[in-house]
């Protein structure tokens, strides 16, 4: 499955974005998702997961309280909702299955959308 996320952007600190992910090829409803980042000059992180049905979500602590992972099924979309931003926040967020529940992805990495936090 072709992963596509979008909705990055630059924002000022404390703002807001929302990151969408759509699949290609197929529906995303039976399998566990979640969101990962690579900021400049580090390695690719965890953000959060979500599971299949919705109903478990899981986040790194760096971003507890401020993201929302939300899945639609009848859409096969996968939304990060980010609040609160921060200038850590920056960089490249990829979209993945999650092979191993609650932060272990696949390693199919699709094309990522770049999100900047500056003031």
């Known amino acids: 499955v072709q992963l596509q996320a979008s909705g990055g952007g630059s924002v000022q600190p404390g703002g807001s974005l929302t990151l969408s992910c759509a699949p290609s090829g197929r529906t995303l409803d039976k399998v566990n998702m979640g969101w990962f980042r690579r900021a400049p000059g580090k390695d690719r992180e965890f953000v959060a997961s979500v599971s299949s049905t919705g109903r478990g979500t899981y986040y790194a602590d760096s971003v507890k309280g401020r993201f929302l992972i939300v899945r639609d099924n009848a859409k096969s979309a996968i939304d990060l909702q980010m609040d609160s931003l921060k200038p850590e926040d920056t960089g490249t967020y990829y979209c993945?299955?999650?092979?191993?529940?609650?932060?272990?992805?696949?390693?199919?990495w699709g094309q990522g959308t770049l999100v900047t936090v500056s003031s």
């Open positions: 993945a299955v999650i092979k191993e529940w609650p932060h272990i992805a696949s390693g199919s």
